[in-house]
């Protein structure tokens, strides 16, 4: 923020305020070529003045004291940079609920939330009590979160290889107070999942990314996001490939398999559920883009 002044004694206190602050950072970001400037913007400002996003509508001919500015003005450098505003305000918003997140989990996106609604729907119609679910690559735990939060009769398995990220999970859990029907396990996949335990539905948003393709990744995404969680191998299907063959020995008859994937990996997925006894491929489910997002398989009773 080189333009604007570093001190008061450049331009005095009132000439500053919280709404000329927001509209000179929107064009800023603008320039950076940030793809929500006036969003970002609010949100950082939000977050520096330790106020409701709201609250800053009625605030806009209140002066910014150089405190605030100087707060304000070092978030928005570091955004300028790269880093994601989730990240520098410690949290993000998924299907309607506010998660911490950290640099130890990914963003959670809103593509994910299809996961979320297709999970509602089946679980409409299974009839076990309770009712077990299983997140596999949990993250910072929204998935996890929303159906324990949801389906007050489940009982949720949250796995991941990260204890850093298992911890994000659990305070997301004991935020929403949903923890003592989630149970954190630190593993690869089922590796470290009891055996005898069998689920209704699994679900996953698996590294997916072709190792070619993250240089190609966004600079918010590639330069700070835990490419542990996006790195899915030469084909992008490293880790589905084993998701798949365990999940298929992990779900009751009837029980199903969904799967976040990216386009590039679209039909690799759908062929390894082909090729895996018990599973039934079902029709893979499209996003707002209409780009293929969720695979879907079926146990075969």
């Not at 893979?284 to 293929?292: E, G, I, M, N, V």
Request: hydrophobic share 40%.
């Amino acid at each position: 923020m080189s333009d604007e002044p570093e001190s008061s004694e450049t331009v005095s206190e009132p000439s500053w305020t919280i709404g000329r602050l927001l509209n000179w950072t929107t064009e800023f970001l603008t320039e950076k070529g940030i793809d929500s400037p006036r969003l970002e913007a609010e949100v950082l400002l939000a977050h520096a003045r330790s106020c409701q996003r709201i609250e800053l509508y009625a605030a806009f001919e209140e002066a910014a004291e150089e405190p605030l500015r100087e707060r304000f003005r070092s978030l928005v450098k570091e955004r300028a940079a790269g880093k994601p505003v989730a990240y520098l305000v410690g949290q993000r918003e998924f299907y309607s609920l506010s998660f911490q997140v950290t640099p130890d989990v990914l963003i959670p996106r809103p593509e994910t939330e299809q996961l979320v609604l297709r999970s509602l729907d089946i679980a409409k119609g299974i009839e076990a009590d309770p009712l077990r679910i299983a997140d596999i690559g949990t993250g910072s735990g929204v998935l996890a979160v929303c159906l324990a939060k949801y389906l007050p009769e489940a009982r949720v398995t949250a796995a991941d290889v990260s204890p850093a990220a298992l911890e994000v999970a659990r305070k997301n859990a004991e935020r929403h107070e949903v923890n003592t029907r989630i149970r954190f396990v630190e593993s690869d996949l089922f590796g470290q999942v009891p055996a005898e335990v069998k689920y209704e539905i699994i679900v996953s948003n698996p590294p997916y990314v072709k190792t070619s393709e993250l240089a190609e990744l966004a600079i918010d995404v590639r330069g700070y996001e835990p490419a542990l969680a996006l790195d899915g191998g030469e084909q992008g299907v490293d880790v589905i490939s084993r998701l798949v063959a365990q999940a298929a020995e992990r779900l009751n008859p009837g029980g199903w398999l969904l799967m976040e994937i990216g386009p590039s990996t679209v039909e690799d997925t759908e062929q390894l559920v082909r090729d895996t006894p018990g599973l039934e491929l079902k029709p893979t489910l499209t996003d707002d883009a209409d780009l293929p997002r969720i695979v879907q398989a079926q146990r075969q009773s």
